[in-house]
């Protein structure tokens, strides 16, 4: 079971979670990170890192669903392998309700 990045990442985009990743398997986009559920080992260290608590295990739940967002934008974005500066509003942007609906369109709508 793989992890995934979730809705709170959307505007946030901390990258704390990428510089801890033993294998690469973070993507960025414009408004927010995901995870290739594919390339993810699951081992877990990503999820403590994250400021925004946006990564969790596709299983748990409320998060199934950000299984499939994760893999067709992991499949478009660029590979993400280095810690990059936070948004300067990021931490506005945490806990904020509504945020995939408003910032992220789905994979066929890009």
Avoid at 3 to 32: A, S
Avoid at 39 to 44: L, N
Avoid at 57 to 80: F, I, K, T
Avoid at 87 to 93: G, H
Wanted: glycine share 6%; hydrophobic share 35%.
């Amino acid at each position: 079971m793989a992890y995934v990045v979730t809705e709170n990442c959307i505007r946030c985009k901390y990258t704390d979670c990428v510089e801890v990743c033993p294998v690469d398997c973070f993507y960025e986009g414009e408004n927010m990170l995901v995870i290739n559920p594919d390339e993810c080992i699951d081992c877990g260290v990503c999820e403590p890192e994250c400021p925004a608590d946006a990564i969790h295990a596709e299983g748990e739940d409320g998060h199934a669903q950000w299984l499939e967002h994760n893999r067709a934008y992991s499949a478009v974005w660029p590979n993400l392998t280095r810690r990059l500066p936070a948004p300067e509003d990021a931490d506005s942007w945490n806990g904020a309700a509504g945020k995939r609906e408003a910032f992220n369109p789905a994979p066929a709508e890009r």
